[in-house]
């Protein structure tokens, strides 16, 4: 099926480790994302990649890196976690102008 | 900067009641606006969009007119469904450009 696949779909980290959140899309889009969702903060921006080999930060990109590997891949790095990273992390994927995003089904990271 | 601010919920209704979900905005320019409806353990769906002034979105019986002149982009249907329990979210991307920016996410309950 056509859309946007993250992994993994559930993680838990010590603090201090790292990981790298995995996201690919087949749409053929140019523009890719990476959003936190928090309870009662709606989504933010963390990273987002306007065509393949340009990156720009978000709203909130402390803690984070992001590698925009080809067209289809947008992977984000925590290089030190920290409790305050824990969340539902997203990826998207759009075209530019008025399009819409089509979602991943999510990363839910805990940090203890 | 660019923002969208939409009613606090929860909203709990009765199967068929008649439901709105208020959303304004504040952007400089024509931005495009955007309804993304998330059921529980998933990523967020486009519901419906507009692009320009007096533009009406519509899916799934759910429609949202564009009003410019109030800055806003109500969302409607005439019947809700115990199906149509979720997190709706308003968003808005200005024109040109790359981000979307999403309202805080209103969730809605319909009891059978």
């Known amino acids: 099926n056509a859309g946007v696949t993250q992994t993994p779909k559930f993680q838990v980290l010590k603090t201090g480790q790292s990981m790298t959140l995995q996201c690919a899309q087949d749409m053929n889009h140019n523009s890719m994302y990476w959003y936190r969702q928090d309870p009662g903060m709606g989504l933010r921006l963390i990273y987002y990649?306007?065509?393949?080999?340009?990156?720009d930060k978000g709203e909130v990109p402390n803690g984070y890196n992001v590698s925009r590997l080809n067209k289809r891949e947008f992977s984000l790095r925590l290089e030190s976690a920290a409790p305050s990273q824990t969340s539902v992390y997203f990826c998207?994927?759009?075209?530019?102008?008025?399009?819409?995003?089509?979602f991943g089904s999510g990363t839910r990271l805990t940090v203890v | 900067g660019d923002s969208v601010t939409q009613m606090e919920g929860p909203v709990t209704l009765s199967e068929e009641a008649f439901l709105t979900i208020n959303c304004t905005y504040t952007?400089?320019?024509?931005?495009?606006l955007f309804w993304y409806v998330q059921y529980p353990g998933e990523g967020l769906q486009l519901l419906l969009k507009a692009t320009k002034a007096d533009d009406k979105g519509s899916n799934k019986g759910f429609e949202a007119t564009y009003r410019k002149e109030t800055t806003s982009f109500h969302l409607e249907k005439g019947s809700v469904q115990v199906s149509d329990s979720a997190v709706y979210f308003c968003?808005?991307?200005?024109?040109?450009?790359?981000?979307?920016?999403f309202g805080a996410g209103t969730r809605l309950f319909v009891k059978a």
């Open positions: 998207a994927s759009s075209e530019e102008g008025y399009y819409g995003y089509t």
């Open positions: 990649s306007a065509s393949e080999g340009t990156t």
């Open positions: 968003a808005l991307r200005a024109t040109g450009g790359f981000k979307t920016i």
């Open positions: 952007a400089t320019g024509y931005p495009s």
